[in-house]
């Protein structure tokens, strides 16, 4: 459907949107909780549900089954309390100071506690269910063993035992190093229940899985494992309006420094498309899209608003017309050298969601 302002006196709609497929969405999330076995699939929302849009997201997995969500940042749960309901919250990022602690027991929120000092703030706060991240290899959060015996820790009301897998994409021996430091956690810190399971790490097996799993990635058509590939869908689909067509002769240029000649007489589009959206200039003569089922490549270099694909065998294609970038994930990564976590997360805000 061309693009077209509906009501001329209101702001015009955007010329960007993202395409999210809520059926998708949901049916990697029922897969992924069969994954679990046993375990329940809960789902990592921060970054504004890995840029898709959090509050889109959060109802659709809701409705799907979901009752355990992830966010990073205070502000990230502050988005979606309001739709998240009876399921638990989490923020990752723990307490950094009291005002944290409060707003978490005001709001029945859950930090994730991931010091000693967090640990303190938040009894000094009053306390209540929290959950504890425990170091295992990553480095980077999370208290460490030899602090488990810590009075500190004494008298948590710990609801989630967590720790989070180093490379679960990948088949090395520190996967079974971690999965035998939580075991040890666990059988040292009284907990109601215990988590290590990312989206790859789902595929490792049930002693990985605890009570609950945690994807990420997988939940929005990320294939972290190649034997999760033919269970997951893709969900999202970038999506831009032609702003002008031009007809090119043979032997001119396209964009910037020129890096792109035409070999012959050419139609071309310029799309509402750049890398401040996101779409970075690595996608420059390697990015595709598609409409009335022809395929447009990227011609030339992308630049910070505007892209220009070939129209060429595409007659029907005019201004105002959407087109769809070829976006799927796997491939998208391999195409561009950027990682399926980053391809979603860097999509900006001019997007519609």
């Known amino acids: 459907m061309p693009f077209e302002d509906p009501t001329p006196h209101s702001l015009p709609p955007r010329a960007l949107r993202l395409d999210l497929d ?3 969405l ?83 929120i859950k ?19 929290c959950d ?31 720790s989070h897998l180093v490379a679960a994409e990948e088949d090395i021996a520190l996967n079974e190093i971690q999965r035998a ?3 040890q956690a666990r059988l040292t ?11 790859g790490g789902i595929a490792l097996g049930e002693a990985y899985h605890g009570d609950l799993t945690r994807p990420g990635i997988a939940l929005y058509g990320g294939v972290p494992r190649a034997e999760m590939a033919e269970a997951l869908r893709q969900v999202a689909r970038p999506q831009a309006a032609v702003l002008q067509v031009r007809s090119v002769a043979p032997g001119e240029t396209i964009g910037y420094n020129a890096t792109f000649t035409a070999p012959t007489a050419m139609r071309v589009g310029t799309i509402a498309l750049g890398y401040a959206d996101g779409y970075l200039r690595c996608w420059s003569g390697k990015g595709r899209f ?47 050298g950027l990682s399926q976590y980053e391809l979603l997360t860097l999509l900006g805000r001019r997007f519609n969601r």
């Open 189 to 199: 810190v009284p907990h109601a229940r215990a988590s290590l399971a990312n989206s």
């Open 22 to 24: 809520g059926d998708a």
């Open 26 to 108: 949901q049916a990697n999330w029922r897969a992924l909780d069969r994954m679990s076995g046993a375990a329940r699939a809960g789902a990592a929302v921060k970054a504004d549900a890995y840029g898709l849009g959090a509050r889109r997201v959060v109802p659709l997995l809701r409705e799907a089954g979901c009752r355990d969500f992830f966010v990073a940042h205070w502000s990230e749960a502050a988005e979606v309390l309001d739709l998240a309901g009876t399921a638990a919250l989490s923020v990752l990022h723990g307490p950094l100071t009291g005002a944290d602690a409060a707003y978490a027991r005001a709001h029945g």
């Open 132 to 162: 504890l991240m425990v170091d295992t290899g990553m480095n980077r959060l999370g208290v460490s063993l030899d602090q488990l015996g810590d009075p500190a820790l004494a008298g948590l009301e710990v609801d989630l035992l967590l």
């Open 181 to 183: 430091r939580w075991q």
């Open 290 to 336: 598609t409409a009335g089922g022809h395929e447009l490549p990227v011609l030339g270099r992308v630049s910070m608003d505007l892209t220009v694909v070939d129209l060429t065998h595409a007659p029907g294609i005019g201004e105002g017309d959407w087109i769809t970038a070829q976006y799927a994930l796997p491939q998208a990564a391999a195409a561009t």
């Open 111 to 129: 930090p994730v506690i991931n010091s000693l000092e967090q640990a303190a703030r938040w009894r000094d706060a009053g306390g209540g269910r």
